[in-house]
């Protein structure tokens, strides 16, 4: 067998909603990716993409988070060309061979956006979204297109073309929106990531409802396209599975300094890349900063003082 990723724990057993499983894409993002893993433990960018199609296979006809699913057979193709690269010492960027998947209102080379609608699909884009080229150009492999609510104007995902999105946890449950379908496809193991987008909620109320990491990021850290119809309060975002994968991806989808974008540009990108993931390179939060509402803190004994030193190892403010 060939091994590639560095990927630790290849035959760890996961509880995943009750049954005791092997699986390999419920391990995290930054563990693929370490850079000090044990020799024993690498892991073949084909076999991370079987798993993502076996994944795919298994859950979405119950859980409705995948519209669109590119060809079986291209994505083995460029997982196999990563594999070379791994075996080279020359991977194409920071994401080469992992599975990311795109909420469908962003476009991606290639691949239809249908919006969540019932009207004709957009099969062809003179625009790609600015963070879909920079994932390809970290050498990320888009899988395929997320489900949303009809246009991402509602807070759950439902739509008259893909149906209901329903809750990795509970499938009688919904997903909140109107990004369902990214944070459904990570909290079920199919990618450990996916870019969604949030004008009033679209990130933050289907990570709250799937158990799964987001971040709504300041306006024009991450550039958009297409416009949205909700101007400036939209924004392009991650999911994960936690907070340090977050920073890894967040860390691709910013730099965009050396993109051209054939379009008038209604973002502001920053002269100098944020450096997220190295802001994440601890396992504790001592010393972090950790702003708490003294309203929600007078009302919740979980936020009393004394827990929120314990959190911070230092005194809360």
Known sequence: M??????????????????VVPR????????????????????????????????????????????????????????????????????SGKLDGIPITIKDLLYVPDMPTLNGSMLPPHKEHPLITPCVLSIIQEGGIIIGKTTTSDFGWKAVTVCPRTGITRNPYDADRITGGSSGGSATAVALGIAPLSIGSDAGGSLRIPAGFCGVVTLKATIGVVPHAPVSVFGSLSTVGPFARDVRDLSLLL?????????????????????KKPRFQKRFNSNSLHFQCIGVHRALQRKSPCLQNDTVDLWLGAPAS
């Open 2 to 19: 060939t091994r590639c990723f560095p990927f630790f724990g290849v035959n760890t057993v996961v509880w995943v909603f009750g049954f």
């Open 24 to 91: 390999i894409l419920h391990l995290h993002f930054s563990l693929i990716l370490s850079r000090d893993p044990p020799k024993e433990a690498f892991l073949s960018p084909v076999e991370v993409m079987k798993d993502t199609l076996l994944r795919v296979r298994e859950v979405n006809l119950t859980y409705n988070c995948i519209c669109f699913l590119e060809n079986e057979q291209t994505l083995i193709d460029k997982a196999a060309a990563a594999e070379q690269r791994y075996l080279q010492g020359k991977p």
């Open 251 to 271: 860390d691709v989808i910013v730099d965009v300094r050396k993109i051209q974008v054939s379009i008038v540009t209604a973002w502001k990108v920053q002269a």
